[in-house]
């Protein structure tokens, strides 16, 4: 069974900077995409940024490029993603996502952990 656990939420003010992380078990990942997905109050989920377990391939948002960086440590199996020059607009839950290559839609998620940006 795949567990995702997020951690590294909070409030931080306008222009800084956190780093969540997703830590994942339950088997392995050498043929999973990892992803992050964030929900505003009243709004969508929406798709953050995404990489593969190999690391070789990299998504992100055009909303969050050259601000966030997904990365991963194969090592340890979690998912980081870093997030500078935060906007209060990032503001949301953001969740740990996986799912494999060959599956369109994103199987595993975690709880989510809560992101406060003030401006």
């Known amino acids: 069974q795949v567990q995702l656990g997020e951690s590294g939420g909070g409030l931080v003010q306008a222009g800084g900077s956190l780093r969540l992380s997703c830590a994942a078990s339950?088997?392995?990942?050498?043929?999973?995409?990892m992803g992050w997905f964030r929900q505003a109050p009243g709004k969508e989920r929406e798709f953050v940024a995404s990489i593969s377990w190999s690391g070789s391939s990299t998504y992100s948002a055009d909303s969050v490029k050259g601000r966030f960086t997904i990365s991963r440590d194969k090592a340890k199996n979690t998912v980081y993603l870093q997030m500078n020059s935060l906007k209060p607009e990032d503001t949301a839950d953001y969740y740990c996502?996986?799912?494999?290559?060959?599956?369109?839609?994103?199987?595993?998620w975690g709880q989510g952990t809560q992101v406060t940006v003030s401006s």
């Open positions: 996502a996986a799912r494999r290559i060959d599956v369109r839609e994103w199987t595993y």
């Open positions: 339950g088997r392995t990942f050498s043929s999973y995409y």
